[in-house]
């Protein structure tokens, strides 16, 4: 069964930093692009960040509003997906997950994790 | 930066009823890159359709999708007692993903 797994998760203080770690199995990790999506309490999904295959030179994107604060990162060798966050604002409150893009293209996420809950508060 | 502006906001129908979602992007789009999400309460979305048409492994087929350039819909044919959800648009461009507010479909 294919599957990720997010953790990391919690409650921290504006402007403090969290890194959040996403588990893949039952596929082959290294041939996808992943992408982190988040959803703050009540609202619809946000698009944070996406990593590229190494193929494609695990090149990165950012939403604006994290940009610059947040690094996504990948361990192929561990099917691991990371999502650094530092001088973390209270807007950054959310569910955060952890998904599968379908194609090289990265139109599409297939698999999505149950997600990890941080809130961002004093 | 393309938005993507969905309706209605809520859709209260009866199972065994029609829906239909729309999708419409502030700027021509390629629907290629369109793709349609179903979220329930406490849970992660659910990749219903992408390339604006194409539906996901084992979604059913009473779901599907159309459109292209700016406007896209999602269609349901007969409403199951478990389609009563929130559904999502989103699109690729550019190196940005972007969804749309949300479409609930709510039991009338």
């Known amino acids: 069964e294919m599957q990720l797994v997010e953790s990391g998760g919690g409650l921290v203080q504006p402007g403090r930093s969290l890194r959040l770690s996403c588990a893949a199995s039952g596929f082959t990790f290294g041939d996808y692009p992943m992408s982190w999506v988040r959803q703050a309490p009540g609202k619809g999904l946000e698009w944070v960040s996406y990593?590229?295959?190494?193929?494609?030179?695990?090149?990165?994107e950012y939403a604006a509003a994290v940009k610059g604060r947040f690094t996504i990162s990948r361990d192929d060798s561990n099917s691991m997906a990371y999502l650094q966050m530092n001088s973390l604002r209270t807007e950054d409150t959310a569910v955060y997950y952890c998904?599968?893009?379908?194609?090289?293209?990265?139109?599409?996420?297939?698999?999505w994790g149950q997600g990890t809950m941080v809130t961002v508060s004093s | 930066e393309i938005v993507l502006t969905q309706s209605p906001g809520t859709l209260s129908l009866s199972p065994g009823e029609r829906a239909t979602l729309s999708c419409r992007a502030s700027q021509s789009v390629s629907s290629t890159y369109l793709a349609w999400y179903q979220q329930k309460p406490g849970q992660a979305p659910r990749l219903l359709i992408y390339g604006a048409s194409t539906r996901a492994a084992g979604i059913p087929d009473r779901f599907s999708g159309s459109g292209s350039a700016t406007d896209l819909t999602l269609t349901i044919s007969r409403l199951e007692p478990e389609d009563f959800a929130v559904y999502y648009c989103?699109?690729?461009?550019?190196?940005?993903?972007?969804f749309g507010q949300g479409t609930k479909v709510e039991i009338k």
């Open positions: 989103h699109l690729y461009d550019s190196s940005r993903w972007t």
């Open positions: 990593i590229r295959m190494k193929l494609y030179g695990e090149t990165a």
């Open positions: 998904s599968r893009a379908l194609r090289p293209s990265g139109d599409a996420f297939d698999i």
